[in-house]
């Protein structure tokens, strides 16, 4: 059957994904919907809105018509991050996003078959205590914490009920890739940091705080995990977690990291990079100008991802903190067997390189080729 598959919050980190994956597997219609026009859009056609309104998402049903797959992957943050995951007007803004869009699309989509909804470790209260290792579906979930995750799931578990189509739930732990201005993406913030340190000549001091063994997966990955999920049988209104398969620590990766940014791994020098930015931002530009990067201003380029790097890497703390694991047993069982090197993923260079801050050859101190395209043009410099 054809597909039509709709991905809401196409300019974040999860939703370009998916533009680009089915955009490379051809045989379906693609609609971006986001306020802004994603840098790029991978075949999708663009349908700019307001999830947070219902009158803008009516207006857009007609684009919506004969839609058979939805990613929902729209994303309100509150301006301070981390603080924000217990914010009632955080809990019920990303509550009607969804609301209002389902609303418009349902009556159009006859031909709906799933619906896929982004959760996250925050379902088993990691923001708020030490994660049962290794947490797992249907036994780790921490109802009793107020998360938008709960009113969201209940709303479509309710929805659902006597239809055709169906909905999956995925449990992504800390996602790897790179997009502009969103609120939990390490690429931005790291390389914006590694462009600093560079320019003084000095190695990749590690920022962070005292390590954690903890979990990451490549955003590709999983893109291809969500498009397995609206195929497979097995994923029928199920959750699962989704990982790269592996285990690191923010330590044991670095040198990794470093050579993925040709550098070399440095000293440990604690950091917070939410404090220190603000010190960045006439350097940053100053490296603009000189590289001639298209990667804009420095507050539009990471947004609130400065705030979640502090958060992730452990600034501050000095004690090493209780493992974050995820199982994937489940979602192994259920068909969808993927996996990834957690090292080589950031060594090779998931946003270092064909999507870095710089172009990857003037990175490295050389020039630009005289195409754009093949120098990382989508957000590195132009040549």
């Not at 809105?49 to 007609?62: E, F, K, Y």
């Not at 991050?81 to 609301?99: K, S």
């Not at 001091?205 to 005292?210: F, L, S």
Request: net charge neutral; hydrophobic share 40%; aromatic share 8%.
């Amino acid at each position: 059957m054809a597909k039509k598959v709709i991905v809401a919050g196409a300019t974040g980190l999860v939703g370009n994904a998916a533009l680009r994956h089915f955009g490379s597997v051809g045989g379906c219609e693609v609609i971006a919907l986001s306020r802004r026009k994603p840098r790029e859009l991978y075949g999708a056609r663009h349908v700019p809105i307001d999830l947070t309104d219902p009158a803008q998402c009516t207006q857009a049903a007609t684009e919506l018509h004969g839609a058979t797959h939805l990613i929902f992957a729209a994303l309100y943050e509150a301006p301070n991050l981390v603080d924000g995951w217990r914010d009632p007007h955080q809990i019920d803004t990303n509550d009607r996003m969804l609301r209002n869009l389902m609303t418009a699309l349902e009556p159009t989509a006859p031909q709906l078959r799933h619906v896929a909804l982004l959760q996250g470790t925050k379902a088993y209260g990691s923001h708020v205590r030490p994660l049962k290792v290794p947490a797992r579906e249907g036994r780790s979930e921490m109802y009793e914490q107020p998360n938008f995750y709960w009113a969201q799931e209940n709303f479509l578990r309710d929805l659902q009920k006597g239809k055709s189509w169906h909905f999956s739930i995925l449990r992504p732990v800390l996602i790897v890739g790179l997009a502009m201005g969103g609120a939990m993406d390490l690429i931005p913030p790291l390389g914006v940091y590694a462009a600093i340190l560079r320019e003084q000549g000095r190695d990749l001091d590690y920022p962070g705080g005292a390590p954690r063994v903890g979990q990451a997966v490549d955003v590709d990955l999983l893109a291809r995990a969500i498009a397995w999920c609206g195929e497979s049988d097995a994923a029928r209104n199920e959750a699962f977690n989704v990982t790269n398969g592996d285990v690191y620590t923010w330590e044991n990766i670095w040198p990794a990291i470093a050579d993925g940014l040709g550098m070399r791994p440095g000293k440990a020098a604690p950091l917070s990079m939410a404090q220190e930015y603000k010190n960045w931002i006439a350097p940053w530009n100053e490296l603009r100008r000189k590289h001639n990067l298209i990667a804009p201003g420095l507050e539009e380029f990471v947004g609130l991802s400065f705030q979640y790097a502090d958060y992730q890497m452990r600034y501050g703390q000095t004690e090493p903190g209780p493992a974050s694991i995820s199982s994937t047993v489940k979602i192994n069982q259920a068909g969808f067997t993927e996996m990834m090197d957690t090292e080589a993923m950031f060594r090779s260079g998931s946003g270092w390189h064909a999507s870095s801050v710089y172009c990857h050859n003037c990175f490295r101190g050389s020039r630009c080729t005289p195409s754009p395209r093949s120098c990382g043009e989508r957000v590195g410099g132009e040549g």
